[in-house]
């Protein structure tokens, strides 16, 4: 089992800037890709960023210039900077890492924090 916690969440206004970050812990070996999910109200969860282990990311395009995803093998972190902020990004955002053992994938969330941008 791989338990995620997030944090750096918040409210801020327009045009500002948070950065998330997601600490994974357990039994964390074979994680392969982490990345960031988001889900506003009445809407589908999305994928915002991912990073693989090789540190290849993609990013949903509203997204692309004003995120930026990394991590840190070394201390089982991924986050997620967020800058240029807008009111569309108003949502809870999760973090999700993958982990493949014996052959089988397994997916992992963490608890969601709230990202509240005002205009």
């Known amino acids: 089992q791989v338990q995620l916690v997030e944090s750096g969440g918040g409210l801020v206004q327009a045009g500002g800037s948070l950065k998330l970050s997601c600490v994974a812990s357990g039994s964390i070996f074979s994680i392969n890709t982490m990345g960031w999910y988001r889900q506003a109200p009445g809407k589908q969860r999305e994928l915002v960023a991912a990073?693989?282990?090789?540190?290849?990311?993609r990013y949903v395009d509203s997204v692309k210039g004003r995120f930026t995803i990394s991590r840190d093998n070394a201390k089982n972190t991924v986050y997620l900077q967020m800058n240029s902020l807008k009111p569309e990004d108003t949502a809870v955002y999760y973090c999700?890492?993958?982990?493949?053992?014996?052959?089988?994938?397994?997916?992992?969330w963490g608890q969601g924090t709230q990202v509240t941008v005002s205009s």
């Open positions: 999700n890492v993958d982990q493949t053992r014996s052959g089988i994938r397994f997916d992992y």
């Open positions: 990073v693989t282990g090789g540190g290849i990311s």
